[in-house]
């Protein structure tokens, strides 16, 4: 079974600094995807930015980017220029694709932006 | 364009009672998820529907769990009976298709058993 890890249970950042938030996930499949969701306490989870395991070239979405390393299995998100809008906890996700394509999710990081 | 659409926002109920969630994914979303998110972790997988048929329910306890989704749209989610470790999130999302498709999520049921 896939597992997503990510050994950040909180990070703190001042405004307008970056921040970057881990995940590593375990898998034996050759092609899948991989998310990063954020959920403020309004509950709504909101995706933030995917990628495509086939390709290498890392994702980017303004100021969110990821740092894809297929080979080590990480899958980390870099915020640019953290505004005070950006906290809220952050889900890595996984899923294979295929028919059955239910996420499996982190634990995830809550990230506290500092004014 | 509106959202996906979850009701109640919250219930309370004792243990051993049921309890339904109901589940009104985006217009032309074919694929409909139930997630259970406990205080503290991500979202787990409940189920999974591809229009009106199940494409993967392993992960639901069926035992206590029920899912349908009635004529490819709506969806509803029972518990029966209730017990005290049911207590949490339930997120309900669409998607247009699978694979690289974005989910789209509700805001979620929050259930506390007592």
């Known amino acids: 079974a896939q597992t997503v890890t990510q050994s950040q249970p909180e990070m703190s950042v001042q405004e307008a600094e970056t921040v970057t938030l881990s995940c590593t996930y375990d898998t034996s499949e050759s092609d899948y995807y991989l998310f990063w969701y954020k959920q403020p306490p309004s509950r709504q989870m909101i995706l933030v930015i995917r990628q495509e395991a086939y390709k290498q070239q890392n994702a980017t979405e303004n100021r969110f980017s990821v740092n894809f390393q297929k080979a080590a299995k990480s899958f980390s998100l870099k915020i640019s220029d953290s505004q005070l809008g950006d906290a809220a906890m952050y889900f890595c996700a996984y899923n294979s694709g295929g028919g059955a394509d239910g996420l499996t999710f982190g634990k995830g990081t809550h990230l506290i932006i500092q004014p | 364009e509106a959202g996906v659409a979850q009701s109640p926002r919250y219930k309370i109920i004792e243990k051993r009672q049921s309890v339904a969630f109901w589940c009104n994914p985006i217009?032309?979303?074919?694929?409909l998820y139930w997630y259970q998110q406990i205080l503290g972790q991500g979202p787990k997988l409940l189920i999974q529907f591809q229009n009106n048929g199940v494409v993967d329910d392993s992960q639901l306890p069926k035992d206590r769990f029920s899912a349908e989704r009635l004529k490819g749209v709506d969806s509803t989610l029972k518990i029966q009976p209730a017990k005290l470790e049911d207590s949490a999130v339930y997120l309900c999302?669409?998607?247009?298709?699978?694979?690289?498709?974005?989910?789209?999520f509700g805001p979620g049921t929050r259930l506390t058993v007592t």
């Open positions: 217009s032309g979303h074919a694929t």
């Open positions: 999302a669409s998607s247009l298709g699978t694979g690289f498709h974005e989910q789209y």
